[in-house]
């Protein structure tokens, strides 16, 4: 992914986000899509912080709206890789985190991961 096509992924992302829009945010991912969080490990230990498909994603996402309904990101920095991008960026609370996206080859996410800077990171999501 080149740099342009990484700044507007990203500034969709965050317009999605702030919107609670989970349907645009959605519209990203692979319906087989995977997404790892620690924040989904403290939520739902039953996943062990692994999330599996669209239906799955989806159903942690909005018990993280439901938590946090004042959840706001400002992106503050956009890496890209091959195939990946990282969206680095500032919550609500001030925290920082980072998203790495592994795309395929039609521009969409496969694989995801939500990173903190801290060990309790539902709480510096405000979870």
Request: charged content about 15%; cysteine-free.
């Amino acid at each position: 992914m080149d740099t342009a096509s990484a700044q507007v992924f990203a500034q969709q992302w965050v317009a999605a986000w702030n919107a609670h829009d989970l349907d645009a945010v959605l519209s990203h991912f692979t319906d087989d899509a995977e997404f790892s969080s620690p924040v989904a490990a403290q939520l739902l230990p039953e996943t062990e912080g692994v999330l599996r498909g669209k239906p799955a994603i989806r159903g942690y996402w909005a018990v993280g709206l439901e938590k946090i309904p004042d959840l706001h990101f400002e992106v503050v920095h956009v890496y890209t890789g091959v195939s990946t991008i990282v969206i680095n960026y500032r919550n609500h609370t001030g925290a920082l985190v980072s998203e790495v996206l592994e795309l395929n080859n039609h521009g969409l996410v496969e694989r995801g991961h939500g990173t903190y800077l801290a060990d309790d990171a539902a709480g510096s999501s405000g979870a």
